[in-house]
Each structure stands twice: as structure tokens, then as C-alpha cells.
């Protein structure tokens, strides 16, 4: 694969908690990394920002939110990084995204009263990503994994309604079985990843969710 030519492409993983979706992240950039490539991996929430600092507190039950308002909260924290990540896509840069938009309306449309399509609305002209990548793992696995339960949502109950969300989104996406081996969930993610890098090439970047 040429190395530089071209724009960075825009992979988003995503999954339940304790999916192993941060892992997997970590390898893949140290992998691409070794390789030569040009990456950089981003984190939502980012809890470091000032929207992120809000989210912190929320996620850690230190603070109460409004539903609706948590989630143009988090909605606010990606639009953030609206400029800077396509700044990076076009200078050739790929971008590893531990959630996005996705997590965003699976997890706010379990809550009672939010429609999947009301959810949706805030993100809609984020840059759209080239590669979805559904770490897919069942709820109770999940839950078996360590430190469950600490922050807001982390229970079996609320990412079983999770789960159900994700799979209403996921018909365009890389759904991988992430009851495998660590070494052999990333040889299936880098693969996916390899052949993503190697199609956008100055292919414009679209926006969610058209
Ligand atoms: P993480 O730092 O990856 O563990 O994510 C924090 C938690 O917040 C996790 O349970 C998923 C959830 N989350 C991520 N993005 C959003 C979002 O946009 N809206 C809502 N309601 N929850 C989100
Ligand atoms: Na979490
Ligand atoms: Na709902």
C-alpha cells in the first residue's frame, strides 16, 4: 500500500461496554503505526474538554442531566472536533474513533421517550465515516468482563436495549465476533482496516447520515 497519497481515512469502532473496543483501538494504531502509517486515534466523549468535563461528572453520577440535554451535550463534543479531524483526514492522517455518533443514539434511545430518529438529528453533517467496525459481543459477556457497574449505564439490562439499538444501525457496517482471541479480533480488524485506507483515496468525505 503507497504510504502518504491520498486523504487519511475515517474508521470509527464501536461496541457495548467492555467489548474490548479500546484494546483493539490501541492495537490497531500501534500496528498501522509500525507500518509507516500516518494515524492518530480519538476518543468520545473526550472527557477533557469543557463539554467533556460535564460528561465526566454525568457518567460518573456525580451530576444529574436532562436526558435531551446530556445528549446535545455529547453531540457538542464530537462537533468539536468536527475541524481538526477533517483538517487531518485531507493532510493524509487516519483516524482511529473509539465511538461516534453511533454510540450516541444507541445508548440516549434506550432512555424512555427518545426516538431513535429524534437522536440522530444533532449529528447529522459530523464527517461520515469510510469503515464502521461493530465489535460485536453479548451483553452477558460483557457484563462477565472486569469492572462493570461503576458508571452510568454500565448495567446487563440497559446495554441489552443498547445492543438492540446498535443492530438497527449496523446493516452497512464490519460486524465482527469479538468473542475471539485479542490477536485474532485485530488481524480481522486490520484487514478491514488495510483494504478501507487503500479505497478512499481523494474520495470526498461524506456526512452523517446521508
Ligand atoms: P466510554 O468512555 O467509551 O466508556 O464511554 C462512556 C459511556 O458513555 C459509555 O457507556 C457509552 C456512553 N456514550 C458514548 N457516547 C454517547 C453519546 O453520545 N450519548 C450517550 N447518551 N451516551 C454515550
Ligand atoms: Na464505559
Ligand atoms: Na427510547
Redesign the pocket.
Known amino acids: 500500500m503507497a504510504v502518504g497519497s491520498g486523504r487519511g481515512a475515517l474508521i470509527i469502532l464501536e461496541g457495548?461496554?467492555r467489548s474490548g473496543?479500546?484494546t483493539q483501538c490501541k492495537k490497531l494504531l500501534e500496528s498501522l503505526r509500525s507500518h509507516q502509517h500516518k494515524v492518530k486515534l480519538i476518543?468520545?466523549?473526550d472527557?477533557t474538554t469543557e463539554t467533556g468535563k460535564m460528561?465526566d461528572s454525568y457518567?460518573k453520577q456525580n451530576m444529574k442531566i436532562d436526558?435531551r440535554a446530556?445528549?446535545l451535550?455529547?453531540?457538542a463534543?464530537?462537533w468539536e472536533k468536527r475541524l481538526e479531524m477533517l483538517k487531518d483526514l485531507e493532510q493524509g492522517i487516519t483516524l482511529i474513533v473509539?465511538?461516534?455518533?453511533f454510540?450516541?443514539?444507541?445508548?440516549?434511545s434506550?432512555?424512555k421517550g427518545l426516538e431513535l430518529e429524534w437522536?440522530k438529528c444533532p449529528?447529522r453533517g459530523l464527517p461520515k465515516p469510510d469503515l464502521v467496525i461493530f465489535l460485536n459481543v453479548s451483553s452477558s459477556d460483557a457484563a462477565s468482563r472486569g469492572g462493570y457497574g461503576e458508571?452510568?449505564?454500565?448495567n446487563t439490562e440497559f446495554q441489552k436495549t443498547?445492543a438492540n439499538n446498535f443492530k438497527r444501525m449496523w446493516d452497512e457496517w464490519k460486524v465482527i465476533d469479538a468473542g475471539g482471541s485479542i490477536d485474532d479480533v485485530h488481524q480481522t480488524i486490520l484487514n478491514y482496516v488495510k483494504s478501507t485506507m487503500q479505497s478512499v483515496d481523494d474520495k470526498p468525505i461524506g456526512e452523517l447520515w446521508i
Open positions: 457495548l461496554d473496543k479500546t476518543k468520545f466523549p472527557r460528561i457518567l436526558d446530556i445528549h451535550l455529547f453531540s463534543n464530537r473509539d465511538r461516534y455518533a454510540s450516541g443514539v444507541a445508548f440516549s434506550a432512555k437522536c449529528d458508571e452510568r449505564y454500565e443498547v
